[in-house]
């Protein structure tokens, strides 16, 4: 099972408690996959792929209105190849009431969004539930809510902006696609909808890759010194082998003919380290100052030789 299956199944398990939020949760599948039907709008229609939302869709009515007369209407979509479970509130008097009670929560006017923080919560996991889904952060961090309507579209990401998540919105065949990037953000996003256990996850496997990028991260910065260093001695060495070829290290000043000669018997060595193999021990800045000063007499010879 996916990882976005996994977050659905936890979201289906969550019951909104408050009488408001059950109506916008509601709400949220109507206005993503519902109608009203029928000559006379006879009918309300939620209709989803998954029997998971199906289900729910149920429960939340029933809680809500104990004796309202539904049914459930099982059909195979041909275009998504696919079956569609709807879910049906007969009778046109019933059907008005469900309707008029998402009226009222404010959410089916345009881009107004539920008043509620509670609300907007529960309009959110709703949504998702419908038609969202969640990359395995293993992959990637990706969270996706897509919709057909653009007057939605606005609506779901104005309330994730007023819940403080920064949503991107992006056309995919014929759909706008709702979706959040951000590692911190979609953790927001699944601690709003009420995912907690998908959100120990999410985080644990963040953790784990914050922490591999770091690791990461020091290895190639002390890759890059070792190349530092490298080039840095090979330079050095040229210059010592160069002064040999015209004049002879012999000719060198004592101290300079002695660093000269500890770097060519050990070419990997640090600064450091050819500092505590000479007689008397030299600090590393001494040791820079005198294989300068050997590259600086090697420039010398150099245009000397080009010179004659
Ligand atoms: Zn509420």
Same mark, same amino acid.
């Given at each position: 099972?996916?990882?976005? #299956? #996994?977050?659905?199944?936890?979201? /289906?398990?969550?019951?909104?408690? $408050?009488?408001?939020?059950?109506? $916008?949760?509601?709400? $949220?599948?109507?206005?993503?996959?519902?109608?009203?039907?029928? =000559?006379?709008?006879?009918?309300?229609?939620?209709?989803?792929?998954?029997?998971?939302?199906?289900?729910?869709?149920?429960?939340?009515?029933?809680?809500?209105?104990? #004796?309202?007369?539904?049914?459930?209407?099982?059909?195979?979509?041909?275009?998504?190849?696919? *079956?569609?479970? =709807?879910?049906?509130?007969?009778?046109?008097?019933?059907?008005?009431?469900?309707?008029?009670?998402?009226?009222?929560?404010? %959410?089916?006017?345009?881009?107004?969004?539920?008043?509620?923080?509670?609300?907007?919560? /529960?309009?959110?996991?709703?949504?998702?539930?419908?038609?969202?889904?969640?990359?395995?952060?293993?992959?990637?961090?990706?969270?996706?809510?897509? =919709?057909?309507?653009?007057?939605?579209?606005?609506?779901?990401?104005?309330?994730?902006?007023?819940?403080?998540?920064?949503?991107?919105?992006?056309?995919?065949?014929?759909?706008?696609?709702?979706?959040?990037?951000?590692?911190?953000?979609?953790?927001?996003?699944?601690? %709003?909808?009420?995912?907690?256990?998908?959100?120990?996850?999410?985080?644990?496997?963040?953790?784990?890759?914050?922490?591999?990028? *770091? %690791?990461?991260?020091?290895?190639?910065?002390?890759? $890059?010194?070792?190349?530092?260093?490298?080039?840095?001695?090979?330079?050095?060495?040229?210059?010592?082998?160069?002064?040999?070829?015209?004049?002879?290290?012999?000719?060198?000043?004592?101290?300079?003919?002695? %660093?000269?000669?500890?770097?060519?018997?050990?070419?990997?060595?640090?600064?450091?380290?050819?500092?505590?193999?000479?007689?008397?021990?030299?600090?590393?800045?001494?040791?820079?100052?005198?294989?300068?000063?050997?590259?600086?007499?090697?420039?010398?010879?150099?245009?000397?030789? =080009?010179?004659?």
């Amino acid at each position: 099972m996916s990882f976005s #299956d #996994d977050v659905r199944q936890e979201l /289906a398990r969550v019951i909104p408690g $408050a009488r408001c939020c059950r109506i $916008a949760e509601l709400s $949220a599948f109507y206005e993503l996959e519902g109608f009203l039907l029928g =000559t006379h709008n006879q009918f309300l229609d939620f209709n989803n792929s998954s029997p998971l939302v199906a289900r729910k869709t149920l429960l939340l009515l029933k809680g809500l209105y104990p #004796d309202l007369p539904t049914q459930v209407l099982v059909v195979k979509s041909r275009s998504r190849r696919a *079956q569609i479970c =709807t879910v049906r509130v007969l009778g046109r008097a019933f059907a008005g009431r469900v309707y008029q009670d998402f009226r009222e929560q404010s %959410v089916l006017d345009g881009t107004d969004i539920p008043r509620k923080k509670c609300c907007r919560r /529960a309009y959110l996991r709703g949504a998702f539930l419908s038609s969202g889904s969640i990359t395995n952060p293993e992959r990637g961090y990706h969270l996706e809510i897509s =919709t057909e309507l653009s007057g939605l579209a606005e609506k779901i990401v104005a309330i994730m902006t007023s819940l403080g998540m920064e949503a991107g919105i992006t056309q995919r065949k014929g759909s706008l696609v709702i979706y959040l990037k951000d590692g911190g953000e979609i953790v927001t996003m699944l601690n %709003v909808m009420g995912a907690h256990s998908a959100l120990l996850h999410f985080e644990n496997v963040r953790i784990m890759k914050d922490m591999r990028n *770091q %690791v990461n991260r020091l290895v190639n910065c002390e890759t $890059a010194n070792v190349d530092k260093t490298v080039k840095a001695a090979l330079g050095q060495i040229e210059a010592i082998q160069a002064i040999d070829a015209a004049i002879g290290l012999e000719e060198l000043p004592p101290k300079l003919r002695e %660093v000269a000669r500890v770097r060519l018997e050990n070419p990997y060595a640090s600064l450091q380290e050819i500092g505590d193999l000479m007689v008397p021990k030299m600090s590393k800045s001494g040791v820079n100052y005198r294989f300068r000063q050997l590259q600086e007499k090697a420039r010398q010879l150099d245009k000397l030789n =080009t010179k004659y």
